[in-house]
């Protein structure tokens, strides 16, 4: 638990010329905030010296993080060493959000074969879905963001509203908010996107993993509703996108300092980033469901005070989202 004297070691080891691992809390890497500090800037400036010989990057794995600390509770739950990440220089810090396992072994793979650079991979160690082949996963997470046309409904047309995720936990409740509306709303055109690599969100200007604002609107649209689940503050995400043409219609949903020691899906409910939310998003934000869907509004209420109901009961899910697969 000495993150400090860990990354001292890794720092002293990578400077070996031999590649290496930090495995840590997320809610705990702040404690070595100043040491990544200096070592992004350290690679800032030798990445500019002909002499210096490139190092392997620094890689961290946060690994137990805010979204399944049911039995931590409030005190473990901070997703916000990313934010502290991205405000280093571009050429330098990259961070990849893997939505299951095989992305997240593409991921590692690109990772520890880098050199000098700060990667930062937040990924769950609770069992979860895997929604990608580990063919689908390689080809997805080297373009770093993609639209999954199996969870989609609008090929060949223009969708209705787009729903995005980054991160495991965003992406698992993306999806069943998705089953539901496909349900309830079958004639609505969503597109759903993935998002792994976070700097994919940035203007190619700011970083050189960003879009360019014409394949951004592509994807995203000029003019439809964004629905967007993410793993941390959902001002990050904000931040990174305000010169896109679309900002003015995403709404992000996230982490907001809202947690303790609850269940799994508690955790998504209290920061209002659940399914159940996630559905009533889609109907507020758009007029032509407004007046018909009174009742799926309504419905999503009931499901959300039976939810509140059932684990203070029970002390676990319900069963229809502790047993809920996409089909």
């Known amino acids: 638990m000495s993150e400090h004297q860990c990354e001292g ?12 691992l930090l495995n840590s809390y997320e809610a705990f890497v702040h404690i070595i905030d100043s040491m990544f500090n200096q070592h992004a800037k350290w690679l800032k400036v030798t990445s500019g010296l002909a002499w210096r010989r490139r190092i392997a990057s620094l890689n961290y794995l946060l690994a137990s993080h805010v979204w399944r600390q049911d039995h931590n509770g409030f005190t473990h739950q901070d997703p916000g060493f990313i934010d502290h990440v991205v405000n280093k220089k571009a050429e330098i810090v990259r961070v990849y959000l893997p939505p299951d396992a095989n992305c997240l072994l593409s991921t590692m793979d690109h990772c520890l074969r880098s050199k000098h650079y700060v990667n930062v991979i937040v990924a769950g160690k609770h069992p979860a879905p895997q929604w990608l082949t580990m063919e689908q996963a390689i080809l997805h997470c080297t373009k770093g ?9 609008d090929k060949d047309s223009e969708p209705d509203v787009v729903m995005a995720a980054a991160g495991d936990v965003p992406t698992l409740e993306i999806l069943a908010a998705i089953s539901i509306l496909r349900e309830k709303v079958p004639g609505l055109k969503i597109r759903m996107i993935n998002i792994v690599d976070l700097m994919k969100l940035q203007p190619q200007s700011e970083h050189p993993h960003g879009l360019s604002d014409a394949d951004f609107d592509m994807l995203f649209t000029k003019t439809k509703p964004v629905i967007f689940a993410y793993h941390g503050y959902p001002w990050l995400i904000h931040r990174l996108t305000y010169r896109r043409t679309n900002h003015k219609n995403l709404h992000v949903r996230g982490y907001k300092e809202e947690g303790t020691i609850t269940t799994p899906f508690d955790m998504t409910v209290l920061n209002e980033m659940d399914r159940f939310h996630l559905v009533m998003d889609v109907i507020d934000r758009l007029p032509q469901l407004q007046e018909k869907n009174a009742y799926l509004k309504q419905e999503m209420q009931d499901a959300l005070i039976r939810h509140r109901a059932y684990i203070d009961s029970e002390g676990m899910d319900m069963p229809e989202v502790l047993n809920w697969m996409w089909e």
């Not at 070691?9 to 290496?20: A, C, F, I, P, V």
């Not at 963001?145 to 409904?153: R, T």
């Open 9 to 20: 070691w890794l720092e002293g080891y990578l400077l070996t010329g031999r590649h290496g």
């Open 145 to 153: 963001l993609g639209i999954w046309e199996w969870a989609s409904s």
